[in-house]
């Protein structure tokens, strides 16, 4: 189903590679060569509970209601870092068994049966078309005032015009986080100062920028329709964190 959906999509561009800069760029354009992504696709992290992956795996996959009600908007959240998406990653619950997932019989997967100090994280292939960016800057922060009471700065960038959106962010009036740019896009781009620091080039002056070190990616939901799936889980990768001096 999710090929059908990148077929379909890559279809109103005549098959043109958009391109959506990632930090292994390299990777993911030897990957398009050696046919294992299409136009437009990239391979990114996602993390999330162990016991989500089920549901990842058959395509049930619950985002985020409203624009208001994440972070940076409303969507599924990709990274091109491990390291993000570790954030996101819980350790394995009593009721999840890896055989819900694979066959049981599986030598990789009775090597993990049993072990409490597992965590797992998914690469998937999300499509990601013509994307928009966006980030945000505190012109004024103080670590001791609450987050909620911090007026901030919001920065939109088609890269393709170019065109930069801003839009002020208050404690009294609050940006429900819907993107203002109307032509038509396929995912978001979240900007990060330690990787994209030109970007902020073009906000306001600031003395915090969001977010500071990893670069994220959101896929949205088609909402009018839902069966055309933007992303899709191709590997289920099982780690264990490990504590260096």
């Known amino acids: 189903e999710y090929l059908r959906t990148r077929d379909k999509l890559n279809e109103k561009y005549n098959s043109t590679d958009m391109h959506t800069e990632t930090h292994f760029d390299g990777d993911q354009k030897q990957a398009r060569k050696d046919g294992l992504l299409g136009d437009n696709e990239y391979l990114l992290w996602k993390g999330m509970a162990a016991n989500h992956l089920k549901d990842a795996l058959c395509n049930k996959r619950p985002s985020v209601?409203?624009?208001?009600?994440?972070?940076?908007?409303?969507?599924?959240?990709?990274?091109?870092?491990?390291?993000?998406s570790d954030q996101y990653s819980k350790q394995v619950s009593e009721n999840f068994s890896i055989s819900?997932?694979?066959?049981p019989t599986d030598v990789q997967a009775k090597a993990l049966q049993g072990q409490d100090d597992i965590y797992y994280v998914t690469l998937a292939r999300a499509y990601l078309g013509r994307h928009i960016e966006v980030a945000?800057?505190?012109?004024?922060?103080?670590?001791?005032?609450?987050?909620?009471?911090?007026t901030r700065t919001w920065h939109y960038r088609d890269?393709?015009?170019?065109?930069?959106v801003f839009?002020?962010?208050?404690?009294?009036?609050?940006?429900?986080?819907k993107p203002p740019l109307q032509d038509h896009w396929d995912s978001i781009k979240v900007m990060s100062y330690v990787f994209q620091e030109k970007f902020f080039?073009?906000?306001p002056k600031a003395e915090r920028?969001?977010?500071?070190r990893y670069t994220e990616y959101i896929v949205p939901d088609d909402?009018?329709?839902?069966?055309?799936?933007?992303?899709?889980?191709?590997?289920v990768v099982a780690y264990q964190r490990v504590q260096r001096d």
């Open 201 to 203: 080039e073009h906000s």
């Open 209 to 212: 920028y969001m977010p500071y």
């Open 136 to 150: 945000y800057v505190y012109e004024h922060f103080n670590k001791s005032t609450p987050f909620d009471e911090l």
């Open 223 to 235: 909402l009018d329709e839902p069966e055309n799936l933007r992303w899709a889980v191709q590997y």
């Open 167 to 177: 839009i002020e962010d208050t404690p009294q009036q609050r940006f429900n986080r």
């Open 65 to 84: 209601v409203t624009w208001a009600e994440s972070i940076f908007g409303f969507g599924h959240y990709f990274a091109d870092a491990i390291d993000k």
């Open 159 to 164: 890269p393709y015009r170019p065109t930069d």
């Open 100 to 103: 819900d997932l694979v066959d």
